[in-house]
């Protein structure tokens, strides 16, 4: 049986592949895995079904018979190991792409989210205009790291591995900002990301569910998107 994964069933971001669920989807893509979706409301995420899945009641999660996971960074991590395509065969190599995945969920995405929550939630607070601009330079300083590690290598060590579609993922939370065209390193790195068959297939999977095309995915009366995407 096909694993299966949460996503909203209206993502805020209206289809722009910013919601987690679209991580995964590119880590199965990758992969090579078939794998189908359990569309939830935000209503169903405070439900006690989902909660069993998912503590902190968000999405997504992973489910492969008895196996329940949740967390993005440890779902991408569990189909890495258990597929190949996604870590080096080499032991130091493979411990290099795990710290590159640690580094882009700890390191790199806590000021993006910070600068997110700054601009949309905060922007009519008294403060703002004192504090967006810090936000913005804590940004760019992790950014002007990242560029100069980058150098003009293709990927963050060698091949592409689980530690560049997460660092990827989370780069893509800049490009409304404009801050990641500032970094022509960095953008060109995100578009070669995008570029990959498989993160293409993990978009517009998840795009036919919440903005172009067809908005209603195929179901079978379960709540379950069958996604054939990932079969190559």
Known sequence: MPVTITAF???PDGGRGLARDTRVRWALEEAGQPYEIRLVSFRAL??????????FGQIPTYEDGDLVLFETGAIVLHIAERHGGLLP???AARARAIAW?????????PPILELTNARLLEGDR???????????????????????RLGDAE?????????????????????SSGILDEEPTLAAYVARGEARPAYE?????QLRINGGGSRTAPRDGTGIEHNGAAKT
């Not at 990827?168 to 939370?173: A, G, H, I, K, P």
């Open 9 to 11: 069933e209206r993502s």
């Open 46 to 55: 405070r439900e006690p079904a989902h909660l069993a899945r998912h503590p």
């Open 89 to 91: 065969e080499d032991a």
């Open 101 to 109: 995945m640690f580094a882009s969920l700890n390191t790199v995405e």
């Open 126 to 148: 008294s403060w703002s205009g004192e504090r967006l601009p810090l936000v913005e330079d804590r940004v760019r300083a992790r950014l002007s790291q990242l560029s100069a």
């Open 155 to 175: 990927w963050l060590d060698g091949a592409f591995s689980a530690g560049d579609l997460l660092m990827v993922s989370v780069l893509l939370r800049l490009r």
């Open 201 to 205: 297939r993990a978009f517009a999977a």
